[in-house]
C-alpha cells in the first residue's frame, strides 16, 4: 500500500514514455526488489559471473549500479581452511561444467545439420555430457552433475551448496535460491535464501552479519544437496527486533542487530509441509501478535510459540492481512502451491476471508466468506490487496469485493486462468498489476525479439485506465549468453514483481531494471 505516492498511469517501454532508466543486472533471478531511501535493493542468481547468490544496489535516481556483495558462508559451513578450499574448487568447476554443457546444448539445437549435431555431440560424449540412454537427460551422465553430486562430492551438500530441484533438468521452472525479496529498517537491508543463508548489510555494502544453518536440505527423503524451489521461496520480514524467516523446513528468528538465533521452529517436526510458496504476515488477534505461515503454520510472537491450527479450512494460497481487523486473513487459493486441497478441490473455494480466535494454544478459524457467489476461482498466480473495507482480487482483471461478505461490489468477471494477472500496489487511489497476456502476465520469447509485459492500471472500482508495455532486451551479446546459461526464455520475473517509492515505480525483469516516472 502506498497512500502517499503518485506513480505514473501511462509509459511505454518502446517509445521510452515516463521510462526514466533501464539498468541491466549481473544475471537473472525471480526475486522481487524493494526501494529505500534512494536506493534499489535486489537478489542475483549464482552460477554465472558469481559462485554465490549477490545482493545488488543501484542509485534508484540513476539506475547506476553502486555495489553488488557476494553471499558467502562457507567459512561457516567448513571450519578447516584447507577443506573448505577443495569444496570452494569442486563447486566453482561444478557450475564452470554447467556453463559449458548448457553452450554445447544450445549449439546442438541451433545445429544447421546432422554434420554439425554430430561434432557437437561427440564434444559432449568426449566432456561426459553425453548418454546413449534415452531416458536420462545428459547432465545425469556427469560425475559432476546436480543428480550425482551428493555420491560423487557428499562435501558440497554438507556444505549447503546446491541447485534447487527444478534448475537440475534446465529450462523449465526454477525459483533458485534468490527469489525471496529482501527487507530493509531504513538503516540495514536483510536478506534470506534458498541456501539457508541470512544476511545483513548496511546501505554501503557492508556486510553486519551472515549466519547459515544445515538443517533442511529440501524435500523429505532427499540429501542434503536437493532443494525444492518452493521451500526456498518465501520472503522474509522485520517484526520488532526480530529478522524472521520462512524457509524450507524451519520457520527462524534472528536479532536484527546480531543475527544470533532467537526462537526456531521445526516445520518437520510438528508434521507440517513447505511447498507453498507464500510469505508469512503477522496478525494481532485478542491483543497478541501471531506469525502466519501456509501449511499452516501459527507462532506466537513474541517467544516463537506454536498455535495449534483447528479446522483449517485448507483454502489458502497468498495470504494478505486485513489491515483493519487484524484478525482476518485474505486467501487468494492457488491449486499445487496454495495449499488448497487437491489442487483445487474443496469445500471452502477461494478467495476466502477467514477470522481467527485464540483459544488457550488453539488457533480457532471462522471462514466468512469463500468464492466469488459461491464458486471457486483458483489460480497459480492470483493476487489480492485489502483497502479501506474493500478487497480487490485479480482474475483477468479487478474484482472490487465488500470484506466482510465477499459480495462483488463492482468489476467485470472473466474467465480464470493459470495466466491471471496479479495486483501488486495501490497508489494515490489506483492499482497496479500485471496483465493476463502469455504466462504469469508475460510473453515468453524463445527468439531474439523482445519479451513483452503488459502492466494495467486499474480506478478503485475496477474500470482499467490504462494498458502499459515494457519491453526486455534483445537475446544477444551479454544477454544471449546468460540466457544460454540460465536456459530460459525471454521473460519478465516469475509474476514480474514490483515496488513504488514516492512518484515513481521500480520493475525487475529477468535481465533488466526499469524506473518509471513522469518525464
Not at 521510462?19 to 529505500?36: E, K, N, R
Not at 562430492?153 to 523449465?172: C, Q, V
Not at 523482445?450 to 532486451?473: I, R, T
Request: glycine fraction near 12%; charged fraction near 20%.
Amino acid at each position: 500500500m502506498y497512500p502517499n505516492s503518485n506513480p505514473p498511469v501511462e509509459w511505454d517501454g518502446k517509445t521510452g514514455t515516463n521510462i526514466l532508466w533501464q539498468t541491466p543486472l549481473p544475471y537473472v533471478s525471480y526475486g522481487g526488489l524493494i526501494a529505500v531511501k534512494n536506493r534499489v535493493f535486489l537478489m542475483s542468481e549464482f552460477g554465472y559471473q558469481s559462485d554465490f547468490p549477490e545482493l545488488v544496489c543501484m542509485d534508484a535516481t540513476t539506475g547506476k549500479r553502486l555495489w553488488k556483495r557476494e553471499i558467502n558462508h562457507l567459512a561457516l559451513a567448513v571450519q578447516d581452511a584447507a577443506e573448505r578450499q577443495k569444496v570452494a574448487t569442486v563447486w566453482h568447476d561444478h557450475l564452470a561444467w554447467r556453463r559449458e554443457y548448457m553452450t554445447l546444448k544450445a549449439e546442438l539445437a541451433g545445429a544447421a545439420d546432422e554434420a554439425a549435431r554430430a561434432v557437437v555431440t561427440e564434444t559432449m560424449k568426449t566432456k561426459g555430457m553425453w548418454t546413449a540412454d534415452k531416458k536420462a537427460t545428459p547432465e545425469k551422465a556427469s560425475p559432476l552433475s546436480h543428480w550425482r553430486m551428493g555420491k560423487e562430492h557428499p562435501e558440497i551438500g554438507k556444505a549447503g551448496l546446491f541447485f534447487d530441484a527444478w534448475r537440475g533438468s534446465y529450462g523449465g521452472w526454477w525459483p533458485g535460491a534468490t527469489f525471496a525479496t529482501p527487507c530493509s529498517d531504513g538503516e540495514f537491508v536483510y536478506i534470506a535464501t534458498a541456501w539457508r543463508q541470512y544476511a545483513c548489510f548496511d546501505f554501503n555494502g557492508n556486510q553486519k552479519w551472515l549466519q547459515w544453518f544445515p538443517q533442511g536440505g529440501g524435500r523429505p527423503g532427499k540429501s542434503a544437496d536437493y532443494g525444492d524451489g518452493c521451500g526456498g521461496s518465501r520472503s522474509p520480514l522485520l517484526w520488532g527486533d526480530l529478522f524472521i524467516a520462512d524457509t524450507f523446513g524451519w520457520v527462524r528468528a534472528l536479532d536484527r542487530k546480531t543475527g544470533k538465533v532467537v526462537w526456531e521452529v521445526s516445520r518437520d517436526a510438528l508434521g507440517i509441509g513447505q511447498h507453498e510458496i507464500t510469505s508469512p504476515v503477522v496478525m494481532t488477534i485478542g491483543g497478541v501478535d501471531v506469525l502466519w505461515c501456509n501449511g499452516p503454520l501459527a507462532i506466537r510472537l513474541p517467544e516463537g510459540k506454536p498455535l495449534k491450527v483447528e479446522n483449517w479450512p485448507n483454502s489458502g494460497m497468498m495470504a494478505v492481512l486485513n489491515t483493519d481487523e487484524r484478525d482476518t486473513l485474505f486467501l487468494t487459493g492457488g491449486g499445487e502451491h496454495g495449499a488448497w486441497a487437491d489442487k483445487g478441490h474443496g469445500t471452502n473455494p477461494p478467495p476466502a476471508a477467514v477470522k481467527f480466535m485464540i483459544e488457550g494454544d488453539a488457533l480457532k478459524p471462522t471462514v466468512l466468506w469463500s468464492g466469488i457467489d459461491g464458486k471457486g476461482l483458483p489460480s497459480n498466480c492470483a493476487t489480492l490487496a485489502y483497502d479501506a473495507g474493500k478487497v480487490y482480487y485479480s482474475n483477468r482483471g479487478v474484482q472490487v469485493l465488500d470484506a466482510k461478505t465477499g459480495k462483488v461490489l463492482s468489476g467485470a468477471a472473466k474467465k480464470a486462468a493459470a495466466a491471471t494477472g496479479s495486483i501488486y500496489a495501490i497508489a494515490n487511489g489506483r492499482i497496479y498489476g500485471t496483465g493476463a497476456g502469455g504466462e504469469h502476465g508475460c510473453e515468453k520469447r524463445k527468439d531474439d525479439l523482445e519479451a513483452k509485459v503488459s502492466m494495467d492500471v486499474f480506478s478503485l472500482d475496477g474500470k482499467q485506465l490504462a494498458v502499459n508495455a515494457l519491453y526486455g532486451p534483445k537475446l544477444e551479446g551479454e544477454f544471449k549468453t546468460m540466457q544460454t546459461v540460465a536456459g530460459i526464455p525471454n521473460w519478465f520475473s516469475y509474476s514480474m514483481p514490483f515496488t513504488v517509492d514516492g512518484d515513481r515505480l521500480y520493475v525487475r525483469g529477468c535481465w533488466m531494471v526499469y524506473c518509471i516516472g513522469a518525464k
